[in-house]
């Protein structure tokens, strides 16, 4: 590899834009924070919901809740605004954002107004709000995660649980397990379903075949995994895609 000095210069000036961007957001983070901290941030407006009450007996770890039925470290756009270092969950069951009350506002937990919550992230999964207006045909609305992003298109996946009612000896508990999720595309500007083979040739016909290929050679991958399968075929229509771009001169 032969770097002259305009590469290292671009180098440089690519590698100072993402650290200067890095810092930028990780002040705006600082700033919010600082802000939070002295105003209090029970007397902001992230405190406004309704106290959540536990509507499900669960006693092991299938529970409703996203990864954990513990309190993860997130942040939340609320009502325009954005919050930082917040204790959350994500009740996937009923599609609903859980905040904590820090102990001197009276701890517990408040159910945040979902209309007001435009994305939030938890344990480093990121979540957007996909509404009706958005795209009309969905199965499915609500909090949708950011399952791949890339220069070409994202693809957003929505958790599914399903509930079981048990019973042991003296009462009643519930499961929860996994469903099928809901897969939309953001492709050229516009939203698309993408739950099978047929949505994504339809969308990739030109790549039909290799669509095809990929169903085959990771059938395994889509029994075990299916929100993994997604994520993989995407990967692969993303390098398809690239290497038939014109090469510019």
Aim: net charge negative; aromatic share 16%; hydrophobic share 35%.
């Amino acid at each position: 590899m032969v770097c002259n000095k305009k590469t290292y210069l671009s180098l440089a000036l690519a590698f100072g834009w993402i650290f200067c961007a890095f810092a930028q957001d990780q002040a705006q983070v600082e700033y919010y924070n600082a802000f939070d901290e002295k105003v209090g941030i029970e007397n902001t407006g992230l405190y406004q919901g309704i106290l959540y009450l536990e509507k499900y007996r669960t006693i092991n770890e299938q529970t409703q809740f996203f990864k954990t039925r513990d309190f993860l470290k997130g942040h939340v756009c609320y009502d325009g605004q954005c919050y930082y270092d917040l204790d959350l969950k994500y009740d996937v069951f009923e599609d609903e954002v859980l905040l904590k009350l820090i102990t001197k506002a009276g701890g517990g937990t408040i159910k945040l107004f979902k209309e007001y919550v435009d994305s939030f992230e938890i344990d480093g999964t990121s979540f957007v709000k996909i509404e009706e207006k958005d795209i009309p045909s969905l199965n499915a609305y609500g909090f949708y995660a950011v399952a791949l992003q890339s220069s070409i298109f994202t693809l957003y996946t929505k958790y599914n649980k399903k509930d079981f009612e048990r019973k042991d000896r003296s009462s009643v508990y519930y499961e929860f397990l996994d469903g099928p999720s809901e897969h939309v595309l953001l492709y050229n500007g516009a939203y698309h379903t993408l739950n099978s083979k047929k949505d994504a040739v339809q969308l990739f016909p030109e790549l039909k075949r290799d669509i095809d290929k990929f169903y085959g050679i990771a059938r395994s991958l889509r029994k075990s995994d299916p929100n993994g399968f997604q994520v993989s075929l995407l990967r692969r229509i993303e390098i398809l895609l690239n290497q038939s771009k014109p090469i510019e001169e």
